[in-house]
């Protein structure tokens, strides 16, 4: 076991909670040892953590914790002519690294030219990592909680982007992101092999991910257009990335699920969430829009306790009024008449976790849970 720094993105309770949920899947031993809205630090066996920070959507940067620099090999690459970064996520003052580098770059007679965040920011993005060819061409040091640590893996988001742009059947509105796709899957804990369902698979962003993780998918939609859609995008990136997973997608109402299917391991979901709002609304609007999704919610939840094995990781849509108050059905009722109840796979993370785009109107609980 060795000790590496997973770096948090924007909501850094649920990325600790998918941490936790995608080593338990994997039944990886594992241990947080220090956590914060920054960062975590976990200890672990050795593993592909290029594949891992792939299979994340909520870790930005691992980083192996160093025990000793002067036992450390800084470049072992070929090229005289390397780039640099030292990337602080405390209050730590580094100096006194960045001279023992300095110094260490002489001794090694290495040309190094160091590298800073394109945002004026102690630390470099992802982007800046990878633009610089850090992981190839150099490397990254992360100072947090007092402790050197070297990247070893890198979110990059250009991947990301790179999927959004090619993928065939593309919408405007109604997109997840593949971020919170990601997290979903995890908080799921569907892993390869497994039949991961998604019961409004939209156009199919959420079982794309899935698939690219060696996940067997199951997708619902009510709408031809979209069920046509997904299976159109499923095709692609099989087709692009040489997957072995399978798909089926099903042009039918979730409401209905188990006339269709009898079983998947686990469930992950972005439900329908009432019509798309481009203001915040007053409260009979919302109070509406809550009555009218309540009983789809309902219906749905008594078909998933019929088919799903497993997690099932599901949003569940509530409103903000301008007064600040929120409207919202009462779900953890529901839950418990169909026998689930929320499921966190760490005691100190407390179910519902609330996700805000930045650009929504709406926000999200996130639900965990399970049969009893
Ligand atoms: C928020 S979108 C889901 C986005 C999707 N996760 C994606 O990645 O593209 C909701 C989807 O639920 C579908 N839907 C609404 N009511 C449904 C129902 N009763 N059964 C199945 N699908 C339904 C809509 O057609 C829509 O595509």
Redesign the pocket.
């Known amino acids: 076991m060795k000790d590496y720094i997973f770096i948090l993105g924007r909501d850094p309770e649920l990325s600790l909670l998918e941490l936790a949920s995608y080593f338990n899947a994997r039944k990886v031993q594992y241990k947080i040892k220090v956590h914060s809205a920054t960062a975590a630090i976990l200890s672990l066996p050795g593993m592909d953590f290029a594949k891992v920070i792939k299979e994340l959507g909520g870790t930005v940067k691992i980083a192996r914790v160093i025990d000793n620099l002067d036992n450390e090999e800084l470049y072992a690459g070929t090229s005289n002519k390397i780039k640099y970064a030292v990337s602080v996520y405390d209050d730590s003052d580094v100096e006194e690294l960045k001279e023992y580098i300095k110094a260490r770059m002489r001794q090694e007679k290495l040309k190094a030219a160091y590298k800073r965040s394109s945002r004026q920011e102690q630390f470099l993005m992802p982007n800046d990592v990878i633009r610089h060819e850090l992981m190839s061409e150099g490397f990254e040091l992360v100072v947090y909680d007092d402790i050197v640590a070297r990247t070893i893996a890198v979110f990059n988001p250009f991947d990301y982007e790179k999927r959004d742009r090619e993928r065939p059947k593309q919408r405007e509105l ?3 992101s593949i971020r919170l ?1 990601k997290i979903l899957i995890n908080l799921s804990m569907a892993k390869e092999g497994d039949d991961l369902l ?9 079982l794309q991910e899935a698939m690219l993780m060696g996940i067997n998918t199951l997708g ?4 031809r257009e ?1 069920a046509e859609a997904s299976k159109v995008n499923l095709a692609w990136v099989v087709k692009k990335y040489h997957l072995n997973a399978n798909y089926k997608i099903f042009n039918a ?3 209905r699920i188990s006339r269709f299917i009898e079983k998947a391991d686990s469930a992950a ?5 009432g019509p798309l709002l481009n203001k915040i609304p007053m409260k009979p609007e919302a109070l509406k829009s809550i009555q009218q999704l309540e009983p ?1 919610y309902r219906d749905v939840l008594r078909e998933l306790s019929k088919v799903v094995k497993g997690n099932i990781a599901i949003i569940v849509p509530r409103f903000r009024l301008y007064s600040g108050e929120r409207i919202k059905f009462n779900f953890e009722r529901m839950l418990s008449s169909f026998g689930f109840k929320p499921y966190s796979a760490l005691p100190e993370v407390k179910l519902p976790i609330i996700y805000t785009a930045s650009d929504s109107k709406i926000e999200r609980e996130i639900w965990v849970i399970r049969k009893i």
């Open positions: 109604h997109m997840l796709a998604d019961p409004f698979c939209g156009y199919g962003i959420l619902f939609d009510i709408s979209c109402d979730s409401r979901t972005e439900p329908y969430m789809l």
